[in-house]
């Protein structure tokens, strides 16, 4: 039985679950499944390390010498490229692809640009951002820039510190590398770090990686409920909010 994404794409049903991951990628990442039982699923790219079923994971960790970046040339309406220089750290060849160039002063304050892609940039080096949406207001040298990775881009194990957002669960053994799928709303089984108490709310664990625990704090945030009580150490039925 096949389950529609978005109306356009299908995945064998089964296929959410392939272990070891789609070797080239298949779908956009973060393209969206939802089965008949309510349960939606992210479509993501795994690295440094292979993913663990029941694991809670995160993206990429931001890194702040991509942040808060002086517009380098002006940038008119409906231009689809922007310049700047990177902070003290490189950026690989398309490490943004797919993510967003976030504005957060004005000129053009408040908008968000989806990124197309981008060559290699040196540490401290000029870059050329490729945008997919052009530019709605003009961007001046006043204006000032994030850029943030694409969520589901780089998915890895969320540890005990975190370094990006909780992006959801895994369901299956997804090698690094490779491209799969997560879940990210419904009935999963999470790793339980202290028991787990029925219908409390959960947020990443600050003591073992990759695990929820009992809401205890407002950092890292609730990533859903408990369906169960869960017993420490166990994987039990959590149920995701998380989009």
Request: glycine content about 12%; some cysteine; proline content about 4%.
């Amino acid at each position: 039985m096949a389950t529609k994404l978005s109306g356009q794409i299908q995945v064998n049903a089964r296929g959410l679950f392939s272990s070891g991951g789609d070797t080239s990628q298949e779908h956009d990442l973060g393209g969206r499944v939802e089965t008949s039982d309510g349960r939606v699923f992210r479509y993501v790219f795994c690295t440094p390390t292979a993913l663990v079923a029941g694991n809670l994971l995160q993206g990429l960790p931001e890194n702040t010498n991509h942040q808060n970046r002086t517009v380098g040339t002006a940038a008119a309406i409906g231009d689809t490229v922007v310049e700047f220089s990177l902070g003290a750290a490189a950026a690989g060849f398309n490490q943004y692809a797919g993510g967003y160039l976030i504005v957060t002063t004005t000129p053009g304050n408040g908008y968000a640009y989806k990124i197309k892609g981008h060559a290699a940039i040196a540490s401290s080096g000029a870059a050329v951002i490729n945008l997919e949406d052009p530019i709605e207001v003009a961007l001046t040298t006043s204006s000032v820039v994030d850029l943030v990775v694409n969520p589901y881009s780089a998915v890895r194990q969320m540890p005990t510190t975190a370094t990006s957002s909780p992006i959801g669960a895994a369901v299956d053994i997804i090698s690094a590398g490779r491209y799969g799928w997560v879940q990210t709303k419904g009935p999963a089984a999470l790793l339980a770090a202290g028991a787990l108490s029925v219908g409390n709310n959960v947020q990443a664990s600050t003591a073992v990686a990759g695990a929820v625990s009992n809401v205890i704090t407002t950092a890292p945030g609730i990533v859903g409920y408990a369906l169960t009580g869960v017993a420490d150490t166990e994987n039990g039925a959590v149920f995701l909010t998380i989009g």
